[in-house]
C-alpha cells in the first residue's frame, strides 16, 4: 500500500477510472486585465494521495502500434482570418442576435489572438507540470510577474525537461508531436505508458476544474479542450472522467460549484445532418422545451440557459473526420458562467478543423500526448537506445515509470543512476529499490514526504554515496539560498571554507552531483545555477538528525561536553562560552575539522591523548581558557591551519614542538604570558597569520631573563608567506630595544606582508622603512616610554583608533620630527600622547595631515588651539577629510581654531567631535567657523569649566539659519559655567539625544535652540530638571533622569558603542579589541570568534597601580580563580561581577600584588559594567562623574 504523500501509480484498465483524491492547483490567468494586475497566487504543492490509482497485475508487455501518419506536421493558423470569418457573421448568416451580442462580450475580454495562442502554448505545459508532483511556486512565480507578451519559461525547467521540449514550447509550438521521438518511436511505445499518460490527462482535468471551484476568481479558464490520440482513447477518457466526476473525494467540491455535469456525447450523433437531433437532446437534458419546427430559436433557447446557469459541460466530439462546433450548438453561452470540457482527438481532420471557430476560446488544451512526458524524461535521461535494448529491459522501464508516476525528479534520479547500464539486473535491482524502503532509514522520520522520492534518494542516492559526498550535501543545510538557486561558483568557495577541501576536489564533487540530478542547474544571469529541490533538503534535514555535521552548544551553560556518541560524523564541534573543565580522554573525530572550546575559564588541562583521534582537525580555537600547557597530541595533528590560543593567560611557554605543524597558516598567541618565540618557528613556512604578544613580561632585578632575544633572528625571514605580522611587547622589556633592530630588516623583506603592528621605540629606525612599507596596512607606535598604569582616554576612544587602519601613535615627542613627518603623511589615524612641546597641529604641515581620518590628542600640555595660530596658513584646508576628533587633558587648550576663518572644506567631513578635561577652553564654535561642522553628528563636551556656550556670537537677533544640520546627539558634563546651549541660534534639527550632568547654571531649555522634531530622549538629574524653569510639555515627554549611583556612561550610552554611529575611521567595526596600552596593537585575527564571543571578548581594558587590593571599590565581584604567574612571589586572583550570570554583564578584573613594602597593587580591569552596579567613584576609571585623584596615578610617565 502506498503511503500518505505517494504518487500514484498509472496503471488501470481501459473504461476504468481508479480512486483518486486530488489537490487543487492554481491556474494561470489568461485575460489580459488579469495579467496586467498582476495578482499574485499561492501555488501550492502538488502531490498526489494516497489510493489515487490502483494497482493490478501487469500483464503481458504488448505494443501498440498506431497507423503511420497519425501524428501530422499541423499547419501554421491563420488565426487573424479565422476570428475576422468568425466575429463577421450577422444574424442573415443564422445567427441569433444574443449569439451575436454573447461572442462580443467575449471578444472584449481577451488580449489578442496571436498573443493568447502563443501564450497558451507556454501556459500549457506550465499547467501541465503543476499536476505533477512539483513544486508549483517554482513553476509559476517568474511565469506569471513577465509581461503578457514576454513570458518565458521557468530557467529552472531546464534540469527537468529535454531541450526540445522547452524550445517548442517558447515558440508557440506543440510539444507532443516530438517530444524527442521519431513518429515511429512514438508507434513503439508500450500499451501500460499510454494508459497512464491517459490517467494523468484526465487527473490534470480534474485537479483544473477542482481549482476553478476553489478560486476566489472562477472566471480565468473557461474552455478547456481535452485532445486524445485516437477516437478509441476518447471514449476511454469520457469513461475516466465520468468516473472520477461521480467519485465521493470530487463530486462534491466540483458538483456544488456548478450545475451538472452535463455530458453532451456528439460521437451518437456522427454527421451534421444530425446536429437538430443532437439539439433536441440538449434540450431534454436541460428539460427545455422542444422546439423542433424553428432551429434558430432552439439554439437561442440552449444559449440563454447556457449563459443564466453555471453548467459544467462536457461535450465529446465526433468520431472521424467530422468535427463538432459548439457555436451551432449555443453552448458558446456556458463560457461566461460555466466551464465547457470539449473532448476531442487528434486525427488528422480534427487538427485541421482547430484553429476554426473552437480554438481562438480554448483557455487550456490537455492532450493525452504530452502526458507521455515521464516516459520521455526516463527514455531521454537513461538513452533510448538502452531503454529498446531488449524486451527484458524495456518490460522493467515501464515498470520503473509507472513505479515514479508523475515525479519528474525521482525519474530522473533513477535515470541517471541507470545510464549506460544495460544489465537488466541492475533494472530489475533498481525497481526492487524503488519498491521497498530500506530498513536502515527509519520511515516515520520522513512523513509527510513522498514515498517515491524518499526510496529513490535514499535507497539508490544516498546509500552509495561515500562520507565526503555525503558532508558536501548536508553542508546545504546552512545555505538557505541553495533551496532557489546560487551560482555555482558561490556554492563552491562555501564547502572549500567550510569543509577545508581544494578546489579541484570540489568541482569534481559539484559535477558528480550534478551529473546523477542531485543537484539541478541552469543557466541565469551571471553564470551556471545550482539549485536544491525541496523535497531533497526536506530530506537532508531528516537525514541531518543522524549524520549531524555540526554539533552546536555554544554559550548554554554546560558543565562537561555532549554525548561522543554522534562526534565521529561531526566536521564542526562548537562548545565555547560554557562552564566545561573536563574533556573526554580520546574521542573518536575522523571527519572533525573544527573544534572551538574558547571562553571556557574553568577548563585547565587537555588530556594527553585527546587529539589523537582527529586526523583531519583544521582550526583549533583555545582561546580564553585557563590551559597551562599544549597536550603532546597536538602537535602531530599534520592538517592544522588555525590555532588560536589569544587570552590563555596560563601559558608562558610555546613549546620547540610547534614547528611540527607545518601547514599551519594562523596563530594567535595574543594576551598570553610567553616570554619569546621558539626558533622551530621558523619551520612554519605556510604561516599567513601571526599575532604575538609579549606584554605581561615582568623582569626581575635579581633573576636572569629566561631568553635573552624575544624573537630570534631569522625566524621572521623564514616565513616567506606571511601576510598579517602584529607584535606587540611591553615597553619596560629592555630586551626588545636590541631584538627590534635585528628583526626589523627581516620584517621590512616580506614580499607578501599585507598588515603590519608593530612598536618602534627609536625616532631613527623609521630610516629604515622602505617605501613599500607605506603601502601596507600599517600601525606604528613610535616613541621612547614606560608602561601606562592607566589610560589617558576612555577605552572606547581608543578602540576608534585601533579600529583604523594606516595609524601612527606618537608618544612623549618632542618637536616635529622629520621621520614622524613621512610616516605621517602616509597615515589615516594619529594618536599623540604627551607632546611636550606642539602648540597647534599645523606645526605637522597641513600637507602632511590632510588625510587623516581620526586624531587623538591627549595631555600635551603645550597646545593651544588645533588649527590656525602662527603656523598656519590662510588658505590652507584644515584637516579636510577627518571623520573623528578626540581631545583629552589638553590643559592649555583655548580654541579648536585661532585667526582667519578657514576655508569651508576645513573640518568639512567631520562627524564626531569629543573634548574632555579642558580646563582654559573657553570658544568651542564661532558663528563664522560654524558653517564647517555641516557633517557632524555627534558632540561630547566634558570637564571644560570655563564653557559658558557651545557657539560664541554677539548677538543671535535676526539669524534664522539653522546650525549643525546633522547632529543627532549632544552630551553636556561638568560644565559648571553653560548657561546656554547655542546662545540662542538654532541647532540640529535631527537631534535625538540629548544629556546633561552637572551644568548648575543651565536653567531653561529654549524652543529656538532645541528645534528638532526628533528628539526622542532628554537626560539629566532628577533634581537639575525640577529647578528648570519653563519646562515645556514636549520635553516632559521625553525626559530621563540619569541615577547618580549607578554607573553614568553607561546609561548615557555613549557615542563609541552606539549601533547608529557611523563617524568611524573607515575601520571594520568588527576588528578585535585589544587591552588598553602602548605597545599592544591591535589583533589582527578574529575568524575564529563567533559573533557572541566577539561580544564577549571585544572589550576595553585599563590598569592601576594602589597601595589597597580594593578587593571591594564599589562593585560587586566574584572571586573565581587564582593561578601562580612567572616572576611573581604572590599569586594573581580574578574576580568578575556578581550579575554575570544573571544579567550577563561582562566586567571583570584581576589583582597581582606586585610590591610588599610598601604594599603595591596592580589592578586590570576589562569591561564595562552593563547590570546598573554602583559605580567606581575615582577618576582613573575615566567614567566617574567625580574629580577625585588617585596619587599613585602618574601623570608624567
Not at 122 to 127: G, I, Q, S, V
Not at 158 to 170: G, Q, S, T, V, Y
Not at 1108 to 1116: A, K, L, Q
Request: net charge negative.
Amino acid at each position: 500500500m502506498s503511503k500518505a504523500g505517494d504518487s500514484p501509480k498509472m496503471k488501470s484498465e481501459a473504461g476504468e477510472f481508479p480512486k483518486m483524491e486530488v489537490k487543487p492547483f492554481n491556474i494561470l490567468i489568461s485575460d489580459t486585465d488579469e495579467f496586467l494586475k498582476k495578482e499574485k497566487s499561492v501555488f501550492p504543492k502538488m502531490e498526489l494521495e494516497a489510493g489515487d490509482f490502483s494497482k493490478t497485475e501487469l500483464k503481458p508487455l504488448s505494443i501498440l502500434k498506431t497507423e503511420p501518419g497519425e501524428f501530422p506536421k499541423k499547419e501554421p493558423l491563420d488565426i487573424s482570418m479565422r476570428m475576422a470569418k468568425f466575429f463577421g457573421k450577422t444574424k442573415s448568416e443564422g445567427i441569433s442576435a444574443s449569439k451575436t451580442s454573447t461572442l462580443q462580450r467575449l471578444k472584449s475580454l481577451l488580449p489578442p489572438l496571436e498573443s493568447k495562442i502563443s501564450l497558451r502554448r507556454k501556459k500549457d505545459l506550465m499547467n501541465l507540470l503543476c499536476s505533477y508532483s512539483l513544486d508549483a511556486r517554482l513553476i509559476y512565480d517568474d511565469f506569471k510577474s513577465s509581461p503578457y507578451d514576454e513570458r518565458r519559461l521557468l530557467l529552472k525547467l531546464e534540469a527537468f525537461l529535454p531541450k526540445e521540449i522547452i524550445r517548442d514550447a517558447e515558440n508557440g509550438d506543440r510539444y507532443g508531436s516530438s517530444f524527442g521521438f521519431g513518429v515511429a518511436d512514438l508507434n513503439f511505445i508500450p500499451e501500460a505508458i499510454l494508459h497512464m499518460a491517459a490517467d494523468l490527462a484526465v487527473h490534470q482535468l480534474i485537479q483544473t476544474l477542482i481549482s476553478i471551484c476553489k478560486n476566489e476568481n472562477p472566471c480565468h479558464i473557461k474552455c478547456i479542450r481535452l485532445s486524445t490520440r485516437s477516437d478509441v482513447e476518447k471514449r476511454t477518457v469520457l469513461t475516466k472522467v465520468s468516473a472520477a466526476l461521480n467519485d465521493k473525494h470530487h463530486a462534491l467540491d466540483i458538483l456544488n460549484s456548478f450545475r451538472g455535469p452535463l455530458t453532451i456525447d456528439a460521437s451518437r450523433y456522427p454527421t451534421s445532418e444530425t446536429e437538430k437531433e443532437l439539439k433536441q437532446h440538449i434540450c431534454q437534458l436541460l428539460q427545455l422545451s422542444t422546439i423542433e419546427d424553428d432551429d434558430i430559436l432552439c439554439t437561442r433557447q440552449i444559449e440563454d440557459e447556457m449563459s443564466r446557469s453555471g453548467y459544467l459541460v462536457i461535450l465529446v466530439d465526433r468520431d472521424g473526420e467530422e468535427i463538432v462546433d459548439p457555436q451551432n450548438l449555443g453552448l458558446w453561452g456556458t463560457l461566461l458562467s460555466g466551464v465547457l470540457v470539449f473532448i476531442t482527438s487528434d486525427s488528422p481532420a480534427s487538427q485541421q478543423n482547430k484553429g476554426g471557430s473552437t480554438d481562438w476560446l480554448v483557455d487550456l488544451e490537455i492532450r493525452t500526448n504530452e502526458h507521455l512526458l515521464p516516459w520521455v524524461v526516463f527514455c531521454h535521461n537513461v538513452g533510448k537506445e538502452f531503454v529498446y535494448s531488449s524486451n527484458a529491459i524495456l518490460t522493467t522501464a515501464q515498470r520503473i515509470v509507472e513505479e515514479c508516476g508523475c515525479h519528474l525528479h525521482a525519474i530522473l534520479l533513477v535515470a541517471k543512476w541507470l545510464k549506460n547500464h544495460q544489465d537488466v539486473r541492475n533494472w530489475e535491482l533498481s525497481l526492487l529499490k524503488l519498491q521497498c524502503a530500506d530498513p536502515l532509514h527509519d520511515i516515520h522520520n520522513f512523513h509527510g514526504l513522498n514515498s517515491i522520492i524518499i526510496n529513490a534518494f535514499l535507497n539508490l542516492i544516498w546509500d552509495e554515496m561515500n562520507k565526503t559526498q555525503r558532508n558536501f550535501l548536508l553542508t546545504c543545510l546552512i545555505i538557505p539560498k541553495i533551496r532557489e538557486g546560487m551560482v555555482d561558483d558561490e556554492l563552491m568557495n562555501h564547502w572549500m571554507s567550510s569543509l577545508f577541501v581544494d578546489a579541484g576536489e570540489t568541482e569534481k564533487i559539484l559535477r558528480q552531483l550534478v551529473e546523477n540530478s542531485i543537484f539541478l542547474q541552469f543557466n541565469g544571469v551571471g553564470g551556471r545555477y545550482i539549485w536544491l529541490p525541496e523535497e531533497t533538503y526536506q530530506m537532508l534535514e531528516r537525514l541531518y538528525t543522524s549524520y549531524p555535521l555540526f554539533i552546536e552548544k555554544s554559550n548554554i551553560g554546560l558543565t562537561e561536553p555532549p554525548n561522543t556518541d554522534k562526534w565521529p560524523n561531526a566536521v564542526r564541534i562548537e562548545l565555547a562560552g560554557n562552564k566545561i573543565s573536563e574533556l573526554p580522554q580520546s574521542p573518536d573525530c575522523p571527519e572533525l575539522k573544527v573544534l572551538m572550546l574558547q571562553s571556557n575559564a574553568d577548563l585547565t588541562k587537555i588530556p594527553s591523548s585527546f587529539f589523537v583521534h582527529m586526523p583531519l582537525l583544521c582550526i583549533l580555537n583555545l582561546s580564553y581558557t585557563s590551559v597551562r600547557e599544549l597536550p603532546r597530541s597536538l602537535f602531530f595533528l599534520g592538517q592544522l591551519r588555525e590555532l588560536y590560543l589569544k587570552g590563555c593567560e596560563c601559558i608562558m611557554k610555546l613549546p620547540p614542538e610547534i614547528g611540527n605543524l607545518e601547514k599551519l597558516e594562523k596563530l594567535d598567541l595574543d594576551e598570553t604570558q610567553i616570554t619569546h618565540l621558539p626558533k622551530e618557528v621558523q619551520k612554519l613556512t605556510n604561516m599567513q597569520s601571526l599575532t604575538l604578544c609579549f606584554y605581561e613580561y615582568h623582569a626581575k632585578k635579581n633573576k636572569p631573563y629566561s631568553c635573552s632575544t624575544i624573537i630570534p633572528s631569522g625566524v621572521l625571514s623564514k616565513l616567506k608567506r606571511l601576510e598579517h605580522l602584529c607584535i606587540g611587547v611591553n615597553p619596560d622589556d629592555e630586551r626588545w630595544n636590541e631584538n627590534v633592530q635585528v628583526i626589523l630588516p627581516e620584517i621590512f623583506g616580506l614580499e607578501c606582508l599585507q598588515t603590519l603592528s608593530i612598536y618602534i621605540p627609536q625616532l631613527e629606525l623609521l630610516k629604515l622603512i622602505p617605501a613599500h612599507i607605506f603601502e601596507l596596512d600599517f600601525r606604528f607606535i613610535v616613541g621612547r616610554h614606560r608602561q601606562r598604569i592607566i589610560s589617558s582616554i576612555p577605552p572606547a576612544t581608543d578602540v576608534e583608533f585601533r579600529q583604523s587602519d594606516c595609524s601612527l601613535k606618537f608618544v612623549k615627542g618632542e618637536g616635529v620630527p622629520d621621520e614622524i613627518k613621512m610616516v605621517l603623511r602616509h597615515s589615516k589615524a594619529l594618536y599623540l600622547d604627551r607632546h611636550f612641546t606642539l602648540k597647534s597641529l599645523s606645526e605637522f604641515e597641513m600637507k602632511n595631515i590632510e588625510q587623516l581620518r581620526v586624531c587623538i590628542l591627549a595631555e600635551c600640555k603645550e597646545m593651544l588651539t588645533i588649527g590656525g595660530g602662527g603656523a598656519a596658513k590662510e588658505d590652507a584646508d584644515m584637516l579636510p577629510h577627518l571623520l573623528f576628533l578626540s581631545l583629552f587633558h589638553m590643559k592649555n587648550l583655548r580654541s579648536i581654531w585661532e585667526g582667519p576663518t578657514p576655508p569651508c572644506s576645513s573640518f568639512g567631513m567631520l562627524q564626531s567631535l569629543s573634548l574632555q578635561s579642558c580646563p582654559k577652553l573657553t570658544t568651542l564654535f564661532s558663528l563664522d567657523f560654524l558653517g564647517n561642522f555641516s557633517l557632524l553628528k555627534e558632540l561630547i563636551v566634558n570637564d571644560c569649566p570655563k564653557l559658558s556656550t557651545l557657539i560664541s556670537c554677539g548677538s543671535s537677533k535676526h539669524i534664522a539659519h539653522t546650525f549643525l544640520p546633522k547632529l543627532s546627539k549632544l552630551l553636556l558634563l561638568h560644565l559648571p559655567e553653560l548657561t546656554s546651549i547655542s546662545s540662542g541660534l538654532h541647532i540640529g534639527p535631527v537631534l535625538k539625544k540629548i544629556a546633561f550632568y552637572d551644568c548648575p547654571k543651565l536653567c531653561s531649555l529654549s524652543d529656538n535652540e532645541l528645534v528638532s522634531k526628533e528628539l526622542t530622549v532628554i537626560k539629566g538629574e532628577t533634581s537639575w530638571w525640577k529647578n528648570l524653569e519653563g519646562r515645556r510639555l514636549k520635553f516632559e515627554k521625553i525626559f530621563s533622569p540619569i541615577h547618580e549611583e549607578a554607573d553614568m556612561m553607561t546609561q548615557l550610552g555613549t557615542l563609541e558603542y552606539d549601533d547608529d554611529n557611523n563617524s568611524g575611521s573607515g575601520g571594520s567595526m568588527g576588528a578585535p579589541l585589544q587591552p588598553t596600552g602602548d605597545a599592544t596593537p591591535l589583533s589582527l585575527n578574529s575568524l575564529a570568534l563567533s559573533g557572541k564571543d566577539f561580544q564577549k571578548h571585544s572589550l576595553p581594558m585599563w590598569h592601576i597601580e594602589t597601595g589597597h587590593s580594593m578587593e571591594y571599590d564599589g562593585y560587586m565581584w566574584r572571586k573565581y580563580g587564582k593561578k601562580d604567574i612567572l616572576g611573581e612571589v604572590h599569586q594573581r586572583s580574578y574576580y568578575r561581577c556578581i550579575n554575570q550570570k544573571v544579567g550577563g554583564c561582562p566586567a571583570k578584573k584581576k589583582i597581582q600584588r606586585i610590591q610588599d613594602e610598601p604594599p603595591l597593587y596592580r589592578i586590570t580591569y576589562k569591561g564595562l559594567h552593563t547590570c546598573g552596579a554602583p559605580s567606581l567613584n575615582v577618576d582613573f576609571v575615566c567614567f566617574s562623574p567625580t574629580n577625585y585623584t588617585n596619587p599613585h596615578i602618574s601623570s608624567n610617565q
